[in-house]
């Protein structure tokens, strides 16, 4: 069991990391003796790592940095880095390395503010482990200025310094950035191996694990979510009921009013879980003193709190709202299928008796066009649009009477 058995579908990817974090160990020593560095190596400070939505970006990213830090007795003798077990892999991890920082869109952006101090942080040698690796999630949502403030450290990196980017396609980072990284593209994998991974790794029932990944179309993520977790199953069950109860304005109306709600629950649930817990955290940090009362000179660090978990909700709701269209886009390219007589296996077997009853009600045409009408809704909530009146719109593209 190394941190590569969780890399589901990338085999060749888990090649080319492995290998480069083998040459990784001669850097170390010389780094740490003053020897010269190798003139050859696989290995390099920036890496960017592509692929389509479900692929495992962020997933092979920390794999990788759990290698580059990985402390296993048996790597001192010529076994393979990533070992999984030891403190350095199982702290990368799961996220508490000292030396792996961590930077993901809280809002619809990466602002400067969020990079400044990771930036900075770039700058200084490892604390404890072996590299000082940063980890950026999202590096698609950078701004101008974050992006700006990424390719400085980028350029000029310390010797011990690795940056790992996740974005979705090479077009989505600066030219500037992504010139100066070691490309690495990721496929999406088989429903057969991601029904695998979740039978093999999450105890996952074979019938389940079968249907979850058919349903998320090898998205690891969504497919792990769908098959744990009996609430994602539920509202994935009423989003798909939607395309049966838009018929008339007041269901459009209706049904996107209740999209939205769900969203915001979802969006409250989770503030609910995390807000309080880092709002409690921090006034014990700043010398909250009985009562509650914070020192002088506070207010400041708080309200930096309280905007970072406004922008965290606003992103937790569009993002909600975002995989409830990812699914009804699914179930109309099912629609699509039918009324094609496709042999491709449909997704949502699940609901087999509504797709036939759309297939059969409507054109190939009039599906493309609510597929578009979901596809609008994303771009318009991409640009900040208003959730309830984006999704109203399409709603009301959707209606089939």
Not at 190 to 204: E, Q
Not at 229 to 236: C, G, K, L
Not at 309 to 318: A, E, F, L
Request: charged residues 25%; aromatic residues 2%.
């Amino acid at each position: 069991m190394t941190v590569w058995d969780d890399l589901v579908g990338q085999e060749k990817v888990a090649e080319r990391l492995d290998a480069a974090a083998r040459d990784a160990d001669a850097l170390v020593t010389a780094y740490a003796t003053g020897a010269p560095a190798p003139e050859a190596t696989k290995m390099t400070h920036a890496w960017l790592f592509t692929g389509p939505p479900g692929a495992g970006r962020t997933h092979t990213a920390r794999a990788f940095a759990a290698a580059l830090q990985c402390v296993s007795p048996d790597r001192a003798l010529g076994g393979s880095p990533g070992c999984g077990f030891c403190d350095g892999c199982h702290t990368a991890l799961i996220g508490t390395h000292a030396d792996v920082t961590t930077v993901a869109a809280v809002g619809a952006q990466i602002l400067a503010d969020d990079m400044r101090d990771t930036v900075r942080k770039s700058f200084t040698s490892p604390a404890n482990g072996r590299w000082q690796i940063i980890l950026v999630e999202d590096a698609e949502r950078l701004n101008e200025k974050s992006a700006n403030a990424v390719l400085k450290a980028v350029e000029e990196p310390a010797p011990r310094t690795v940056w790992l980017l996740c974005a979705p396609s090479l077009e989505d980072v600066l030219p500037t950035i992504r010139s100066r990284c070691r490309h690495l593209s990721l496929l999406t994998p088989s429903v057969d191996a991601v029904a695998d991974m979740l039978v093999r790794r999450d105890g996952v029932e074979p019938a389940v694990a079968a249907s979850a990944a058919r349903a998320t179309q090898g998205h690891v993520d969504q497919a792990r979510r769908l098959a744990t977790d009996p609430a994602a199953r539920q509202r994935r069950a009423a989003v798909l009921k939607m395309p049966l109860r838009v018929e008339d304005v007041g269901g459009a109306l209706k049904a996107a009013q209740e999209l939205v709600d769900a969203a915001a629950e979802d969006a409250k649930q989770l503030a609910e879980e995390m807000d309080g817990k880092e709002t409690e955290e921090l006034k014990a940090a700043m010398g909250a003193v009985q009562g509650g009362r914070m020192p002088r000179g506070t207010a400041g660090v708080m309200k930096d709190l309280e905007d970072m978990q406004k922008r965290r909700r606003t992103r937790t709701q569009r993002d909600s709202l975002d995989l409830a269209l990812t699914d009804l886009t699914g179930f109309y390219r099912d629609v699509l299928a039918l009324q094609f007589g496709s042999r491709v296996a449909i997704a949502n077997g699940d609901t087999e008796d509504a797709l036939q009853r759309l297939a059969r009600a409507g054109t190939p045409e009039a599906t493309l066009r609510r597929i578009e009408a979901i596809g609008a809704c994303r771009e318009a909530l991409d640009r900040n649009v208003a959730p309830l009146l984006a999704v109203e719109a399409m709603t009301m593209a959707l209606r089939t009477g």
